[in-house]
Structure formats: structure tokens, C-alpha cells
């Protein structure tokens, strides 16, 4: 399975754009990236995917680098409810999510 | 709220015991997945079914298995349990055979602790 590369953790001051990055230079071309969270004593929850093309959506923005060799996850505005681990996982066909350790946002007032 | 439902929320058993473990996708969803998250080995995906069939395996022990039913609900059997197997199991539901088309719709677990 190809692996991705994430920091451990990550700071952020409230109301100011997050970038998280993700290493994941053995990506295949079938690979899509994924990017969960999941926030304290909850199950991982979706935020988005993307395979080529850079993605939007309500929750983030996902932009994939040209070799798509990484990508970064773009929390707009963060929250503190946007404090939790994210994972970003590459999946082919869907087989075998494997989830990293993640990187932990937290998120100061 | 995501629309998995697992029972129960907890589980306290002793070692060498059996437990099932129970999932209902969401509405809808064909794929289910189970995940087991320990403090050691994080988020780890242990398998996947679609419609019925087994579809993958990921780090499932032989001492596990699962079953997904006609109405698409699906237990995960633990035996023989061990001190290790203490952990969170959650399950996870989508709509299609491939996850890379369709996200996955994680409950909120079960915390089984052996003692």
C-alpha cells in the first residue's frame, strides 16, 4: 500500500487558514487521496477527496500538487471545533484504508 | 450524527470470552468496513464487505470474523479474546464497492475492554 508522510502535530490561531500537508510520493495513478478527522472520543469523519484536480467543498479545500506526489489540506478559517487528528490516506479502488498516525491540530483562542 | 448505528457502546468481558459486535449502515449504503483503534497500532482497517460478500482484509486476526446480512446489517465476531484486543471498534458504511468514489460514514464505535 502506498504510504503518506504527515507532521505529528500543527498549531493554529483561531479564524486563520490551516495548511496541513501530506507526503505521499509512491502514489499510483489510481490512487485517490482522502483527507478524515476525527475529533476527541468520535468516530473518523469525512472531510474530502480528490484525485488530479484541486477539490472544494463546504467543510475544506484540497489542493493536489501537479505530480501529485503531495497534497495539502486547507481549512479556510479554523475553528476550535476543527481541533482533531487528520488523516490523510491514499486508497485504490477502495482497498485497504490504511490510516497513519495523523497530524494533530489544535487550535488556540 | 452519521447514521451508523453500533451496539453496544461498551463491552467489558474477561479474557478467552466471545463478543459480537454490531453494525447498521446508513441508509442506502451497500459497503460496510470495520476498523479496530488501539492506543499502540491507531486506526487499523480489518475488513470489508459489499452487499453480503467479503470484499477485503486488512489486518484481521483468524481468532475475528464478520458477516454482513441480507438487510445489510453486519457483526463482527471476537474470540478467545485477549488483553490486546481492548480497543475501540468502529464500523463504517458507504454506498459503493469502491471507496474511492464514495466516502465513508464512520459510527461511533464500540470500547470493548478485556480484563
Known amino acids: 500500500d502506498a504510504k503518506t508522510t504527515q507532521p505529528n502535530s500543527m498549531e493554529s490561531n483561531e479564524e486563520e487558514p490551516v495548511h496541513l500537508p501530506c507526503n505521499h510520493s509512491?502514489?499510483?495513478?489510481?490512487?485517490?487521496i482522502h483527507w478524515y478527522r476525527q475529533l476527541p472520543s468520535q468516530g473518523p469523519e469525512y472531510v474530502i477527496h480528490?484525485?488530479?484536480s484541486n477539490v472544494n467543498n463546504r467543510m475544506a479545500s484540497l489542493a493536489i500538487a501537479e505530480d501529485r506526489k503531495s497534497s495539502t489540506l486547507i481549512l479556510h478559517r479554523a475553528t476550535l471545533r476543527d481541533a482533531a487528528v487528520y488523516y490523510c490516506?491514499?486508497?485504490?479502488?477502495?482497498?485497504?484504508?490504511?490510516f497513519g498516525p495523523g497530524t494533530r491540530l489544535s487550535v488556540l483562542p | 450524527d452519521s447514521g451508523v448505528t453500533q451496539t453496544p457502546k461498551h463491552l467489558i468481558t474477561a479474557t478467552g470470552q466471545r463478543v459480537t459486535l454490531r453494525c447498521s449502515p446508513r441508509?442506502?449504503?451497500?459497503?460496510v468496513y470495520w476498523y479496530q483503534q488501539s492506543l499502540d497500532q491507531g486506526l487499523q482497517f480489518l475488513i470489508q464487505?459489499?452487499?453480503?460478500?467479503?470484499?477485503a482484509k486488512g489486518n484481521i486476526l483468524e481468532r475475528f470474523s464478520a458477516q454482513q446480512f441480507p438487510d445489510l446489517h453486519s457483526e463482527l465476531n471476537l474470540s478467545s479474546l485477549e488483553l490486546g484486543d481492548s480497543a475501540l471498534y468502529f464500523c463504517?458504511?458507504?454506498?459503493?464497492?469502491?471507496?474511492?468514489?464514495?466516502?465513508?460514514?464512520f459510527g461511533p464505535g464500540t470500547r470493548l475492554t478485556v480484563t
Open positions: 463504517a458504511s458507504s454506498m459503493g464497492l469502491a471507496g474511492d468514489s464514495y466516502e465513508q460514514y
Open positions: 509512491t502514489i499510483s495513478g489510481t490512487d485517490y
Open positions: 480528490g484525485l488530479t
Open positions: 490516506i491514499l486508497s485504490n479502488y477502495g482497498q485497504n484504508f490504511v
Open positions: 441508509s442506502g449504503d451497500l459497503s
Open positions: 464487505y459489499y452487499n453480503g460478500e467479503e470484499r
